[in-house]
């Protein structure tokens, strides 16, 4: 039997095969149905402990990502003309070890660059990519978290250390900041979620966005900012909760510290300039705030359209000062910290540890939040003579050449380095600039898990086995690494021999000696993925190899939430692993009380440390006139570059014709700002930025707030059939607009003009 063992030998039309979709985090559980190597049927998976047998309908059509003529079957070397030619897995990783061993003896390990590591879909191969970091040496690592996520994760760990998120099911009133959870999700069932609230006279959404999407029309309050202000309008809400005496005063004085400067600050707001300043009716931000404030429960959610914009590092701080300041944390229908199976970053600033390996990159000194250097600082760590130059990159899962801002300085930047190397299932954006590809089987070819665990009070965490082998000629991360490391020594052979006699043993004989050889030499850490798939592997049944260090993910996961996970049903890491291997549908790896949710709070007194004095100084200067936005003279609008759509998701969907709507990519605008220039839906035109054009067809729309017009993100890939369909975003995005703290771009906030053709 092959590795495929959640399938039998038949590829059966009629048996339901266990996964998850790949699209977003949420991660839903799925059944898929074969017709030979086609996905022909998928479905919701009701066994799933977190979906319980939702899915959207994106799911569906996951056959687009699985079987389309994108797919990379041979590794690729480049030619000096810059053509490209297929050569034998053994060329490639043995040039490529080669290359990194020269690279590092010349510059340093810490001069090879690593970025990605999974997407939204697949992070057991990161596991190895830290592993091949740490024999190297290297030093400096990103993914695409560093242009979205880190602005809230350093406010998260100045505040309490750890990652929260809300109740939202429960929840009397849900404030929506950036986020249109009716496309975008991120939490179980969102859909079902959002309809009950909206259907319920005594819940309350509120949704901050300046356009009017779709979970803003279910909303009871639309609070339809003008692009780039959400920061003024927080500020005035936060303003009227302390004008009128709303606050928590019991909340406050038992679980926070230094939060009367930051409430001075707040009081200073003048509440009817700030609403006029972000463009919504006064009586209506007071409106809001009295909700949050009367409201026996509240949750709120953040996302991109205010996490890639102005002030984003301080919006979330003043997202998060609403439920603080209000109480809404720790009870069912609010806030809550959580447990994670694995960690996705290194820790926040502000926690019980440093922000990462190294706080500041070697040539910029851009600030290195959780571990990750800030995406638009990428390509200005290489485009330098600057002795300590990025000279190599390492990229896994990832297309930054598409993804990141200012797509022709990252493209240059590539360019420029001495080796790069991808590894991907498609010849993407990025893989054109290579040295070498290598591809990788899709992510329903092999072991995969993503470790987006964020649930509360249960906890649950997939590890999904293969729906399929492997397409002749890839290879799963896991093995691509090991055989990379294999070439560069990264173990000694005689450990592995020892440990891999262990686990034919017994799992325990394993344990200890696993333990007695990290607890010898503690550098050993770093290797263990690679040593766990090499030694444990071999003694895991049906083809399970790759799952191995999920062993020992899941023994720090019993070390690190013993109670949690004794309520769980596990004595112990073992019995989890055994569970996890056992239930394809996946687990749940922690159960927890209410009262527990304090327990994650990383602070000796175990309490929130409200004052953070630069944000404080941020929010004071509000005030003046020069705060506002970049947009005026020659860009006179403001492009979202990449708004979520219902036919538009993360570019591992290369196949244009998987959009049955927009197949295009439509340039949405208001009637106002369309009818000065004669542009009716169908129009032609041209959107101009700083750093590029585009030609667009135009679609007229109301929901778009006049001054702010849109691009759907995932399209403008290259594809063998159809070329390039639509508008990639980051032609047109800029490096230099910026987060001031946490160095992610302004993707939702792209200054802008539009021409008429």
Request: glycine residues 8%; proline residues 6%; contains cysteine.
């Amino acid at each position: 039997m092959t590795e495929a063992a959640n399938s039998s030998a038949v590829n059966s039309s009629t048996q339901w095969r266990t996964s998850a979709c790949i699209l977003c985090e949420c991660n839903c559980g799925i059944e898929i149905q074969l017709d030979g190597r086609r996905l022909a049927r998928i479905r919701g998976d009701k066994n799933h402990p977190a979906s319980a047998g939702y899915t959207c309908e994106k799911a569906l059509r996951l056959d687009h990502y699985q079987n389309g003529r994108h797919r990379l079957t041979s590794p690729l070397r480049r030619r000096a003309d810059g053509t490209y030619e297929e050569i034998d897995w053994d060329t490639a990783l043995t040039e490529i070890a080669e290359r990194l061993t020269a690279v590092k003896e010349l510059h340093g390990g810490e001069r090879i660059f690593f970025y990605g590591g999974g997407g939204q879909g697949n992070h057991l191969g990161g596991l190895h990519t830290r592993a091949l970091q740490s024999t190297l040496g290297s030093r400096y690592f990103s993914n695409a978290l560093a242009q979205e996520k880190t602005g809230e994760m350093w406010v998260d760990g100045k505040l309490y250390g750890a990652h929260t998120k809300g109740d939202f099911e429960e929840s009397e009133v849900v404030v929506f900041l950036g986020k249109n959870p009716w496309q975008s999700h991120s939490f179980p069932r969102a859909r079902p979620t959002l309809r009950e609230i909206a259907k319920d006279p005594a819940r309350t959404m509120i949704v901050l966005d300046p356009r009017r999407s779709e979970t803003a029309e279910l909303a009871d309050i639309h609070l339809q900012v003008r692009p780039g202000t959400d920061a003024w309008c927080l500020a005035a809400m936060l303003a009227v909760l302390v004008e009128e005496k709303l606050l928590d005063r019991a909340f406050i004085d038992e679980h926070t510290v230094g939060t009367e400067d930051v409430v001075g600050a707040i009081g200073e707001v003048p509440v009817a300039d700030y609403a006029a300043r972000c463009g919504v009716d006064e009586e209506l931000i007071r409106a809001a705030a009295r909700r949050i404030g009367t409201a026996a429960s509240v949750t709120t959610y953040e996302d991109l359209g205010t996490q890639q914009a102005p002030h984003s590092t301080l919006v979330s701080y003043l997202n998060k000062l609403l439920w603080i300041l209000t109480g809404n944390f720790g009870r069912p229908g609010t806030m809550y910290l959580h447990s994670a199976f694995a960690p996705l970053t290194g820790p926040s600033a502000g926690g019980k540890g440093k922000g990462g390996r190294g706080s500041r990159t070697p040539v910029t000194g851009a600030k290195i939040i959780a571990g990750l250097v800030p995406c638009n600082s990428i390509a200005e760590e290489i485009l330098t003579e600057h002795p300590d130059r990025l000279r190599a990159m390492w990229i896994e899962s990832a297309n930054p050449a598409h993804s990141l801002a200012d797509s022709k300085s990252f493209v240059e930047a590539l360019d420029a380095l001495d080796l790069v190397v991808v590894v991907d299932v498609a010849f993407t954006e990025t893989a054109r600039h290579a040295d070498y590809v290598l591809p990788a089987a899709s992510q329903f070819e092999k072991w995969e898990a993503t470790f987006f665990n964020s649930e509360f009070p249960r906890n649950s965490f997939q590890l999904r086995p293969p729906v399929l082998d492997p397409l002749p000629g890839t290879l799963p991360e896991p093995e691509i690494y090991a055989r990379l490391l294999r070439l560069l020594s990264a173990a000694d052979e005689a450990l592995k021999t020892r440990l891999t006699s262990a686990a034919h043993t017994s799992r325990g004989a394993f344990g200890q000696a696993f333990f007695d050889a990290v607890g010898a030499e503690p550098g050993l850490l770093g290797i263990a993925p690679y040593l766990l798939y090499e030694t444990l592997g071999q003694a895991l049944p049906d083809g399970q190899r790759a799952a191995a260090p999920v062993w020992g993910l899941a023994q720090l996961c019993a070390m690190t939430y013993p109670e949690g996970v004794r309520r769980a049903g596990f004595a112990d890491g073992d019995e989890l692993f055994d569970a996890i291997l056992a239930t394809p549908a996946g687990v749940t790896f922690t159960v927890d009380e209410w009262d527990d949710v304090w327990s994650y709070v990383r602070r000796d007194d175990g309490r929130f440390t409200v004052g953070i004095p630069e944000l404080t100084d941020w929010l004071r200067s509000l005030s003046e006139p020069e705060a506002a936005g970049p947009e005026s003279g020659d860009f006179p609008l403001v492009l979202s570059a990449g708004e979520r759509r219902s036919f538009t998701a993360n570019t591992i969907y290369r196949d244009p014709t998987w959009r049955r709507r927009d197949a295009e990519g439509a340039l949405r605008m208001s009637p106002d700002d369309a009818s000065p220039l004669g542009l009716a839906t169908g129009s032609l035109a041209r959107v101009v930025t700083e750093r590029g054009s585009a030609r667009v067809v135009v679609e007229v729309t109301d929901t778009m707030r006049s001054g702010h017009i849109s691009l759907p993100n995932g399209l403008g890939v290259d594809h063998p059939e159809h070329g390039v369909v639509g508008v990639a975003p980051n032609e047109l995005t800029s490096l230099h607009h910026r987060d001031p703290v946490a160095g992610t771009p302004w993707h939702k906030h792209v200054p802008a003009r539009v021409e008429a053709v």
